[in-house]
């Protein structure tokens, strides 16, 4: 039986929730520590990530660490009236609140936006993802229509539980150039 997007989301989501927080964070630091390796990490100036929720791969100590080597951190602001997002740097966590289904986005009167073309690597976040860099997200498209302008590094961070045979993927989805697991990259 071939699963659609919502039965995926459903599979995954399950399967994260069960894995107790001990795992979770040394999963988490297994990823990190391979990320901080690759080449692009180390040539990128500035960066775009989302702030980890729930069960995704932590995404403070990626934060943190770009910091300390003084990488430019960038984060999504989505736009829920016009279903756009853009990208808005912050030098501190004290920059983010709160905002629909419980996600950190930037305050935008403290913030500055930056273009596509500033960015040099973007961890793209999901639900799963198949070893062709095809990923299934959280159903926004946010990220779908912003890959459309952005044409530079692009990555995710994923559990292994994650990673899927095939995921269900249309002509205009852009995969992800490499997907990095706890036990390295994918693709």
Known sequence: MQLDKNNFRTLIKKKLAEMDEATYFKYS???????????????AN????????????NTTAIIEKAWKAKKRIVVPKCDPSTKTMEFREITSFDQLERVFFGLLEPKVQETEKVSPNEID???????????????????????????????????????????VESVP??????PVTTIITEHGAVN
């Open 46 to 57: 500035t960066i775009a990530v989302t702030i980890s929720n729930e069960r995704e791969v």
């Open 121 to 163: 690597l973007m961890i793209v976040p999901g639900i799963c993802y198949d070893r062709r860099g095809f990923r299934i997200g959280y159903g926004g498209g946010y990220f779908d229509r912003y890959l459309t302008q952005y044409h530079n590094h692009t990555l995710s961070i994923a559990f292994s539980c994650q990673i």
């Open 169 to 174: 993927s249309e002509r205009h989805d852009i």
């Open 29 to 43: 630091a297994a990823i990190h520590k391979q990320l901080f390796t690759l080449k692009i990490w180390e040539e």
